[in-house]
């Protein structure tokens, strides 16, 4: 089983423009990214994937692999599946550039799904990490995640799902962290399918899996990511290194 990481990089984030190039401890943020992710030993290649000429040029100049995007694309999964369309690969870990500070941990267990689908009956892992305070349940910027009593994901949503409508109930709430596992042909559907309608109010790419019927099994983790979405995380960062 060929298992490869994709780190889809965009040079233009909304909340923070050019942060993959900004400077993390004398390095740019994308380089760190992929570095780390070398370091886990955990795939048989890692890849980053751009739309950026700058990006491209910085990967390259560390002898790193790095792709060149053809076409404009709306999410990270449009992004690798381009990229991976023409390589021999099994299962494909979608790394955001933002998070340099890679979590090997809950990234082995997603590897270790699929080892253990002999039937090949899932078609991506991903994660979920438990949520108690209020201000993170009701934030619209943190996608929860419903899932089935086998862990597979019933929906995921900005709204606050489940509604706690008995209050005598203990009710658990899960944030999707958006890192995911595929298999190269789930990766390859989603890639050939237009956005989706639920997919589209609610802006998460994860919805099209479920919309077009995919299984998507999901792994809780206790490890929070720390993602540079503001200047304000470039700093923490920068004092955690």
């Known amino acids: 089983m060929k298992i490869i990481a994709m780190i889809p990089a965009r040079f233009n984030a909304s909340r923070f423009p050019g942060k993959l190039m900004k400077d993390l401890a004398g390095k740019p943020v994308i380089l760190r990214t992929y570095e780390s992710a070398l370091q886990t030993k955990l795939f048989d290649e890692v890849y980053v994937v751009?739309?950026?000429?700058?990006?491209?040029?910085?990967?390259?100049?560390?002898?790193?692999?790095?792709?060149?995007?053809?076409?404009?694309?709306?999410?990270?999964?449009?992004?690798?599946?381009?990229?991976?369309?023409?390589?021999?690969?099994?299962?494909?870990?979608?790394?955001?550039?933002?998070?340099?500070?890679?979590?090997?941990?809950?990234?082995?267990?997603?590897?270790?799904?699929?080892?253990?689908?002999?039937?090949?009956?899932?078609?991506?892992?991903?994660?979920?990490?438990?949520?108690?305070?209020?201000?993170?349940?009701?934030?619209?910027?943190?996608?929860?995640?419903?899932?089935?009593?086998?862990?597979?994901?019933?929906?995921?949503?900005?709204?606050?799902?489940?509604?706690?409508?008995?209050?005598?109930?203990?009710?658990?709430?899960?944030?999707?962290?958006g890192v995911y596992a595929f298999r190269k042909n789930a990766l390859m559907d989603f890639y050939n399918t237009p956005m989706t309608p639920l997919e589209a109010a609610e802006k998460i790419e994860a919805i099209r899996y479920l919309e077009v019927g995919k299984k998507i099994k999901m792994i809780e983790t206790s490890v929070e990511s720390i993602g540079i979405d503001t200047p304000e995380d470039l700093e923490k960062a920068k004092k955690l290194f």
Do not use: W
């Open 50 to 177: 751009t739309d950026s000429d700058v990006i491209y040029d910085v990967i390259k100049a560390a002898d790193g692999k790095v792709i060149m995007s053809k076409k404009e694309h709306d999410c990270g999964s449009d992004r690798i599946a381009e990229a991976v369309e023409d390589l021999d690969v099994d299962i494909v870990i979608n790394v955001q550039g933002d998070e340099p500070f890679i979590d090997k941990v809950s990234l082995s267990k997603l590897i270790e799904v699929f080892k253990g689908d002999i039937n090949k009956k899932i078609d991506l892992a991903s994660l979920k990490v438990k949520m108690n305070a209020t201000e993170d349940i009701e934030n619209p910027n943190n996608v929860k995640v419903i899932t089935d009593q086998d862990d597979f994901a019933i929906y995921f949503s900005r709204s606050v799902i489940p509604y706690h409508r008995d209050q005598t109930l203990k009710v658990n709430y899960f944030k999707h962290k």
